[in-house]
């Protein structure tokens, strides 16, 4: 009797620790798969918004690739809740260097030529919804009249056109240290074969004024410059004039100024086109392939603008 006493303690005893056995194990389970936030023990994917404020960082406000990353925010919806905060192009490439300084999560808002490709190591984000469009020209607009006023200025301007590595090597020698004068004197003396086909059947003049405008983006100043450069050893006197998207616009077609090496097109100056096109004269593109996006450090574990994470 004794003895089944002991064997019946030894069975409840050895009943009770399996059963806290099996409840330790389904605690350390549900643990798990809380911490890991998904079924599997695979980590969820860091919230980079929350770490950034939910900002990306942009430049001039009214700009193509501004307006484009506003109308992302509309449209995707995992995106609710983000802002755009507009600056200048150099806060914020001052902004962009500085986080990858610190190995820091950023977004900004980027476009292609720019010198900061070749510096640091990026990616464009996937814009499954198109809202970015595809590659985009950037073009020479003139005044109207120019042609019949100014005939070798209108066909120096006509016949400008180069690559984008072109340009990136005079943004980094900007970048580097170099004004945007003695980059451009220094491309222009390296790449006199490229130069000769912008100035063939243009005449030399006598001090004849010429005034481009140009928004104040490294790839603007780049251009705008070498072709100032070129237009100086023919002769030429050249005013160069920084200004505003719109007001860059608004300043040719009323003929206040003779030209722009910097128009953005089909994206970028939409709206500016829409409300000044007809009154400027269109030389068609100088360059091709441009790019306009949401930009992102290689660094993040990110591709995909749908790949981040609503603010709500």
Same mark, same amino acid.
């Given at each position: 009797?004794? %003895?089944?006493?002991?064997? %019946?303690?030894?069975?409840?005893?050895?009943?009770?620790?399996?059963?806290?056995?099996?409840? +330790?194990?389904?605690?350390? $389970?549900? &643990?798990?798969?809380?911490?890991?936030?998904?079924?599997?023990?695979?980590?969820?994917?860091?919230?980079?918004?929350?770490? @950034? +404020?939910?900002?990306?960082?942009?430049?001039?406000?009214?700009?193509?690739?501004?307006?484009?990353?506003?109308?992302?925010?509309?449209?995707?919806?995992?995106?609710?809740? /983000?802002?755009?905060?507009?600056?200048?192009?150099?806060?914020?490439?001052?902004?962009?260097?500085?986080?990858? $300084?610190?190995?820091?999560?950023?977004?900004?808002?980027? /476009?292609?030529?720019?010198?900061?490709?070749?510096?640091?190591?990026?990616?464009?984000?996937?814009?499954?919804?198109?809202?970015?469009?595809?590659?985009?020209?950037?073009?020479?607009?003139?005044?109207?009249?120019? &042609?019949?006023?100014?005939?070798?200025?209108?066909?120096?301007?006509? !016949?400008?056109?180069?690559?984008?590595?072109?340009?990136?090597?005079? @943004?980094?020698?900007? #970048?580097?240290?170099?004004?945007?004068?003695?980059?451009?004197?220094?491309?222009?003396?390296?790449?006199?074969?490229?130069?000769?086909?912008?100035? &063939?059947?243009?005449?030399?003049?006598?001090?004849?004024?010429?005034?481009?405008?140009?928004?104040? /983006?490294?790839?603007?100043?780049?251009?705008?410059?070498?072709?100032?450069?070129?237009?100086? !050893?023919?002769?030429?006197?050249?005013?160069?004039?920084?200004?505003?998207?719109?007001?860059?616009? #608004?300043?040719?077609?009323?003929?206040?100024?003779?030209?722009?090496?910097?128009?953005?097109?089909?994206?970028?100056?939409?709206? !500016?086109?829409?409300?000044?096109?007809?009154?400027?004269?269109?030389?068609?593109?100088?360059?091709?392939?441009?790019?306009?996006?949401?930009?992102?450090?290689?660094?993040?574990?990110?591709?995909?603008?749908?790949?981040? !994470?609503?603010?709500?």
């Amino acid at each position: 009797m004794l %003895k089944e006493l002991n064997l %019946k303690k030894l069975g409840i005893a050895a009943g009770l620790s399996l059963t806290l056995i099996a409840a +330790g194990c389904g605690s350390s $389970d549900e &643990e798990t798969e809380e911490n890991t936030g998904s079924e599997g023990g695979e980590e969820a994917a860091t919230n980079y918004g929350e770490e @950034m +404020g939910y900002e990306i960082t942009g430049i001039e406000p009214g700009s193509g690739v501004v307006s484009s990353a506003e109308t992302a925010i509309e449209d995707y919806e995992n995106l609710a809740g /983000w802002e755009v905060v507009t600056s200048s192009s150099g806060a914020m490439a001052t902004a962009l260097g500085e986080a990858i $300084d610190n190995e820091e999560p950023i977004i900004v808002t980027g /476009w292609t030529p720019h010198w900061k490709f070749a510096k640091y190591d990026l990616k464009y984000l996937e814009d499954p919804k198109g809202v970015f469009g595809e590659a985009e020209e950037i073009k020479t607009m003139v005044r109207k009249g120019l &042609e019949d006023e100014k005939p070798n200025a209108y066909k120096l301007l006509d !016949q400008f056109a180069w690559e984008t590595s072109d340009m990136e090597s005079i @943004m980094l020698n900007i #970048q580097d240290g170099a004004t945007p004068e003695e980059a451009a004197a220094t491309w222009v003396e390296e790449n006199a074969d490229k130069v000769a086909t912008w100035t &063939e059947g243009v005449e030399d003049v006598d001090g004849e004024e010429v005034e481009l405008v140009y928004v104040e /983006w490294d790839s603007e100043v780049a251009s705008t410059h070498v072709v100032a450069e070129v237009m100086k !050893q023919k002769g030429f006197d050249v005013k160069v004039t920084p200004l505003d998207n719109a007001v860059m616009w #608004q300043t040719v077609a009323d003929g206040e100024a003779d030209g722009m090496v910097a128009a953005w097109l089909p994206a970028t100056h939409e709206a !500016q086109f829409a409300e000044y096109g007809d009154a400027v004269v269109d030389l068609g593109a100088n360059l091709e392939g441009a790019k306009i996006g949401l930009v992102v450090p290689k660094y993040m574990d990110v591709d995909s603008i749908e790949d981040l !994470q609503s603010a709500e």
